[in-house]
């Protein structure tokens, strides 16, 4: 069974930061290409940052570059999502995304940015 669990959200003032954590389990995580997406209330589900299985590039939405890094550790099964300078327009639950064949989800996490 697949397994995407998500963790590190909260509530953060403006200007803060969080790390977000994806464990996987159930597949074989350094053959995934990961993603982190996000959805805010009343808007459609986006892609904020993804990072390859092989070559570990990494592509960024234009919002969060420069304050966002997505890494992975494929010996802890696990993507990153640190996150810089938040600002109240990133609220949202954020999701994992793994993507080879199939795609599988995490149950989201909710970020909070609000003074």
């Known amino acids: 069974q697949v397994q995407l669990v998500e963790s590190g959200g909260g509530l953060v003032q403006p200007g803060g930061s969080l790390r977000l954590d994806c464990v996987a389990s159930?597949?074989?995580?350094?053959?995934?290409?990961m993603r982190w997406y996000r959805q805010a209330t009343g808007k459609e589900r986006e892609l904020v940052a993804s990072?390859?299985?092989?070559?570990?590039?990494?592509n960024y939405a234009d919002s969060v570059k420069g304050r966002f890094t997505i890494s992975r550790d494929n010996a802890k099964a696990t993507v990153y999502l640190e996150m810089n300078n938040l600002k109240p327009e990133d609220t949202a639950v954020y999701y994992c995304n793994a993507e080879l064949l199939h795609q599988y989800w995490g149950q989201g996490t909710q970020v909070t940015v609000s003074s």
């Open positions: 990072i390859g299985a092989i070559t570990r590039t990494t």
């Open positions: 159930g597949i074989t995580f350094s053959m995934y290409d």
